[in-house]
């Protein structure tokens, strides 16, 4: 005798419901299976009407037959996990699920699309191009420089005191050491967002979001954050790329010097610049010195001195070697 034995069976396919919750549609259950076939978002998905249910599902099975014919040209890599998105550029045809089982979208069903820094356009595509704006990321990284530089040269100094306290006492804890107070450096922006508009009988708009980069609480560091930040500018490029490839080939590009979106705006020592290619070559100099070769001068003379701290145990080979790798960018 199951728990759920009482139960109706489910109203499309006559099957056992299971689980606490159940899906209903206008009060008669869905067995999870039958339920699966509705990827529209939760909130449309639980409101749909037993009419509008068996629709969506026959659009989903006719739906189904694009599945036979795609054949992946490009995975867009979105965030965590399973999120990725599928694009067929031969057959014009986009999937956001690795697996393609969800709907399959075709090009022509595209209207426009925008891909923002949360409030802050960083792409907008459509069939007149896909414009490019310059963020005012980096700027507001780079004014944050003094201060995070500040923090990290407190906190070693701090740490570098507690380890000679340790010494001094003979008694080398590794806990005393090992605590990091954070430290809390405002985040540039929160999310990247994308909504792609659609011209399709059940679908208005896609959403999705992938989390900007966040600094390190023990020891923020605005190379690291940079490098993050331009390879997750890299997969949003990659993304309007596929868009307009998949949906307006051939329209042009266009690079806007200024952020569009409301509010803020920083001025931009970068221009042009801060889009593109040149974006992921991109590396910033801590408190600004002057590079070379993408390296900051000092960052040799930089090891040496942690080769120092290791050589006098105040750093372990690990600290040192961390720190090596991330002062000469290996
Ligand atoms: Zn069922």
């Known amino acids: 005798m199951g728990l759920f034995d009482k139960r109706e069976p489910c109203a499309i396919c ?74 067929d550029h031969t057959n014009k045809l986009m999937c956001l699920d690795k697996h393609l089982n969800k709907t399959i979208f075709e090009g022509k069903h595209i209207r426009s699309f925008s891909i923002r820094e949360d409030a802050y356009n960083l792409f907008e595509g459509s069939a007149a191009g896909l414009v490019c704006y310059a963020s005012s990321v980096p700027d507001r990284v780079m004014a944050l420089a003094p201060q995070i530089n500040q923090m990290r040269m407190q906190e070693q100094m701090r740490r570098n005191t507690e380890r000679m306290i340790d010494m001094l006492d003979g008694e080398r804890n590794n806990n005393t050491s090992s605590y990091y107070p954070s430290m809390n450096i405002p985040e540039p922006f929160d999310k990247f967002v994308v909504d792609i508009h659609l011209d399709h009988p059940y679908w208005r708009i896609i959403t999705l979001d992938m989390n900007g980069p966040r600094f390190s609480s023990s020891m923020p560091d605005v190379n690291d954050y940079m490098r993050d930040y331009n390879n997750n500018v890299a997969t949003m490029q990659q993304l309007a790329q596929a868009l307009m490839d998949l949906a307006f080939p051939g329209a042009p590009v266009q690079q806007m010097g200024g952020n569009m979106g409301a509010g803020m705006n920083m001025g931009n020592m970068y221009g042009a610049a801060t889009m593109g290619a040149q974006t992921m070559n991109r590396s910033m100099p801590m408190g600004g010195q002057p590079m070379m070769g993408g390296m900051p001068v000092d960052a040799v003379a930089e090891v040496q001195r942690f080769k120092m701290l290791l050589d006098q145990g105040i750093i372990t080979e690990a600290e040192f070697e961390a720190k090596k790798r991330q002062l000469l960018g290996l």
Request: hydrophobic share 40%.
């Open 14 to 87: 006559g099957g056992k419901v299971k689980g606490l919750f159940p899906h209903d549609v206008e009060g008669q259950l869905v067995c999870d299976s039958c339920f699966g076939v509705i990827d529209l978002p939760s909130d449309k998905a639980n409101s749909l009407s037993m009419a509008q249910f068996l629709e969506y599902s026959a659009f989903r099975q006719e739906n189904d037959k694009l599945r036979q014919k795609f054949s992946t040209t490009l995975k867009v890599d979105f965030g965590w996990l399973d999120d990725k998105v599928m694009f």
